[in-house]
């Protein structure tokens, strides 16, 4: 038996346990079953239930769960609209979920997998900076599929890539900025020194 602040009590019977338990006002809890003999604890049963739960939860919150995003394509996705749907497709792996990319092959566009194939590999060169490639290229029906898992060091370094160039570009807005508003000051100056006096 185990004292509330942990102190060995040595083995006791069970009804010197239990009295023990109740002059302390707590409860007696056995803690280790299969031991020999079983341990019991004196404790707040209640409290040490909800710090379990709590704990438990704590844990929960900071596990991230890996979803399988899908993007879509075609043989013939224009230009803008395929940089779109890659930008989603970085964007869902820099979150750490997986990505599914799905060329879709509609009417007679099946007998030109080739061209499924091309896009295939322009996305592969898009996101090989962010993720690995889990399932390679292959047909699913009408589609031809290939999924990306999110690689954490890849991510990190492209993040921290793009987040410096991010900043360059901003203060070399912002100075742009500085410099188009002192032309400006410098403009107004000069017409308030030529206009006449009233």
Do not use: W
């Not at 069970?14 to 079983?38: F, M, N």
């Not at 890996?66 to 609209?81: C, G, I």
Request: overall charge positive; proline content about 5%; charged content about 35%.
């Amino acid at each position: 038996m185990v004292a509330p602040d942990g102190e060995p009590l040595g083995i006791l019977p069970i009804s010197d346990a239990i009295a023990r338990a109740a002059g302390y006002a707590l409860d007696l809890v056995e803690v280790a079953p299969s031991a020999d003999p079983p341990v019991c604890r004196i404790m707040d049963y209640g409290k040490f239930k909800y710090e379990k739960s709590k704990k438990a939860k704590e844990a929960k919150k900071k596990q991230h769960v890996m979803h399988l995003k899908e993007v879509k394509f075609h043989p013939k996705t224009e230009e803008h609209d395929f940089d779109f749907k890659l930008d989603h497709a970085r964007k869902f792996l820099m979150k750490g979920d997986r990505v599914k990319i799905t060329i879709v092959f509609r009417g007679r566009e099946i007998t030109r997998l080739d061209f499924g194939k091309k896009v295939l590999e322009r996305v592969d060169a898009g996101l090989t900076e962010l993720a690995q490639v889990e399932m390679a290229a292959k047909m699913e029906g009408r589609n031809m599929i290939s999924i990306y898992v999110p690689d954490r060091v890849k991510v990190k370094e492209y993040m921290r890539k793009h987040g410096l160039e991010e900043k360059k570009e901003h203060a070399e807005h912002t100075e742009q900025a500085g410099h188009a508003e002192e032309a400006d000051v410098k403009e107004v100056n000069g017409n308030s020194i030529n206009q006449p006096a009233v």
